[in-house]
């Protein structure tokens, strides 16, 4: 490894964005990083990474000699000694000049699929795995890890213990999508049992598994010890959507907490997801403006009237200091049946009570109506799950799913039902084998307690704290169907 070969190059090296907030006195620094743009065969741009703005390095005339120069290529790796002065020409405040210049790695210029202009996101989709080495990646993905750090903080600071949950399972307990097979068996001559179905008993784990589509139900044995657990972890769903909002592995961030009601659930969500916006507001300023930018940019493509009123860091401000609105599903579809929407029969999808509501009917409430986050509570059972605390009235249950504008579900969750003869007649009902689940009854066989608890899909919040558009651009390498590069 000709690159590390020297000690403390590390400890040697100032980050650009540390370097951008120290007085330019003609200090000695060394910086590494990559050429963005080398102009004049004088002036390189220079990006490390640690932000979107990149760094003037003066390379003086004269200094250096002409086969060194023509190496400095867009997206050379480069280790450059030099004194950090107050810059003359516009566009920074400061440059270093440099007095010492190496290139770790050359970057062939005919080669590297990224040029200095504008991409399309759709291209660099393409390229997924050069494209955190542009300035809208480079911001969504720091915006995305502050906002993972920011859910370890706000779940520590409150005492929930984070528990990991099996990527592997043997259930499809909560019925919540279509699920990938887990197995070791040839798949051109399984085992077979006699009437010709597949002996999974001859499996790896001697049973049929799968990936986990929620760490729910053994997130709820966890808060009946702990009282407050959360999981953070991948999730994986075979669901055959190509939508802007699916991705066949996403991350899930589950918190489930004993002694809590629907309402305390509900302001457990509301205050995480305002103190992770937050989070974020705070300390990474520069990649949301930069994004907000980005996102001015690409509406002055639409119409007037398909534009955003608010920027992106008015939008994060305004969810921040406002109250969410909290609805009941029926109160929900009174609003969407008296709609202009509904009558000038605008919406594809028919409304009435009992509907699961279309993306279209959660942009109407959250975009139209009350411009603002929505929470939506007490849903029909028939369209929800077996766990959820069944209401006095026979026909709701304690659910509660958050709605966002732009985005539509971020959020579903409920106060899970304790009582045991309420929970197996429902299982009953749904044809949900008690046998298999005997392990999640335990949890109200032995000590059951009210509890409650919620999934915050991760990337539809990255979304919609850096505004973009589609999920496969806030997730580092996107699966979804047919589509499982790098
Ligand atoms: P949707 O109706 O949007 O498909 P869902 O009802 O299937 O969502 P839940 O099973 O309640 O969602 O999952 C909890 C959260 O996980 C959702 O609120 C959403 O934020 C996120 N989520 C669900 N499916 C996906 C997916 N395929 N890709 C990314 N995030 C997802
Ligand atoms: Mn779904």
Do not use: C
């Amino acid at each position: 490894m000709r690159l590390f070969k020297e000690a403390n190059m590390i400890q040697k090296r100032t980050k650009i964005r540390e370097l951008l907030r120290m007085k330019p006195e003609g200090q000695s620094l060394t910086v590494m990083g990559w050429v963005r743009t080398f102009r004049n065969n004088q002036f390189i741009a220079l990006n490390d990474g640690s932000t979107n703005t990149n760094l003037q390095v003066v390379a003086p005339l004269g200094v250096f000699d002409e086969t060194l120069l023509k190496r400095i290529t867009t997206s050379a790796s480069l280790k450059i000694e030099g004194s950090l002065v107050p810059s003359s020409g516009k566009g920074q405040a400061m440059e270093l000049v440099a007095t010492s210049i190496e290139v770790l790695g050359d970057s062939d210029p005919e080669k590297y699929p990224l040029q200095p202009k504008k991409h399309s996101l759709e291209f660099l989709r393409e390229i997924a795995h050069l494209r955190f080495r542009t300035n809208t990646f480079g911001s969504v993905f720091r915006v995305r890890h502050s906002l993972a750090f920011a859910i370890h903080q706000f779940f520590n600071e409150r005492g929930f213990v984070y528990l990991h949950t099996p990527v592997i399972t043997a259930s499809d307990a909560e019925g919540a999508g279509e699920m990938f097979r887990v197995t070791t068996l040839p798949f051109d001559n399984p085992p077979r049992n006699e009437d010709g179905s597949v002996n999974f008993r001859e499996d790896f784990f001697g049973r049929a598994t799968n990936l986990t589509v929620s760490g729910q139900l053994e997130g709820e044995l966890g808060a009946t010890a702990f009282g407050e657990i959360y999981t953070f972890g991948p999730t994986f769903r075979a669901e055959n959507s190509n939508t802007t909002r699916h991705l066949a592995e996403f991350w899930m961030i589950e918190p489930e907490m004993a002694f809590y009601d629907l309402e305390d659930n509900m302001n457990l969500a509301e205050s995480f997801i305002k103190y992770i916006i937050g989070y974020a507001m705070e300390h990474n300023r520069e990649d949301l403006e930069f994004l907000a930018q980005r996102l001015q940019e690409e509406e002055k493509a639409l119409p007037q009237d398909k534009r955003s009123e608010w920027t992106l860091l008015e939008k994060l401000e305004f969810v921040l200091k406002n109250d969410f609105e909290r609805i009941t599903y029926t109160e929900a579809i009174d609003i969407l049946l008296q709609s202009p929407a509904y009558k000038k029969k605008k919406f594809q999808y028919d409304v009435k009570w009992g509907i699961d509501m279309q993306s279209e009917h959660e942009r109407y409430l959250v975009e139209k109506h009350f411009r603002k986050p929505v929470i939506v509570t007490n849903y029909p059972k028939e369209i929800k799950a077996f766990y959820m605390r069944q209401d006095d009235n026979g026909k709701t249950v304690a659910a509660m799913d958050i709605l966002a504008p732009g985005i539509g579900e971020i959020v579903g969750g409920s106060q899970r039902e304790e009582r045991m003869d309420k929970l197996t007649a429902r299982m009953r009902e749904m044809h949900i084998p008690e046998e298999e689940l005997y392990w999640y009854l335990d949890t109200r066989r032995f000590g059951t307690v009210p509890h409650a608890g919620f999934g915050l899909g991760f990337e539809r919040m990255v979304q919609f704290v850096t505004g973009m558009g589609n999920i496969r651009d806030v997730i580092p390498f996107p699966r979804t169907p047919k589509s499982a590069e790098f």
